[in-house]
């Protein structure tokens, strides 16, 4: 995968999770649009728990973006 790909994925997959953490997204798809935004498990979850979700997988998001800065072989194919 090319670096300019794998960046504006991370760029948007960012905007995505600061929307949800910070900008009142996890209290907008709160419920049934939590099934296809989130997951299926995320039904019945409050908005602080979606935030938390997010914000633990973003966190391992940053971690995978930047393992794969450094070695590009781990960005898949």
């Known amino acids: 995968m090319a670096l ?3 960046c504006l994925l991370f760029i948007l997959e ?3 999770c600061w ?3 910070g900008y009142g997204g996890a209290k907008r798809i709160e419920g049934w649009q939590s099934f296809f935004l989130i997951e299926w498990f ?3 979850w409050t908005a602080e728990q979606i935030r938390l ?3 633990i997988i973003w966190c391992f998001s ?3 973006f930047i ?3 450094i ?3 781990l960005r898949g194919s």
């Open 67 to 69: 393992l794969g800065i």
């Open 62 to 64: 940053v971690i995978w």
């Open 14 to 16: 960012s905007l995505y």
């Open 4 to 6: 300019w790909l794998w």
């Open 42 to 44: 995320a039904l019945d």
């Open 53 to 55: 979700y997010v914000l």
């Open 19 to 21: 929307w949800i953490i």
């Open 71 to 73: 070695k590009p072989e």
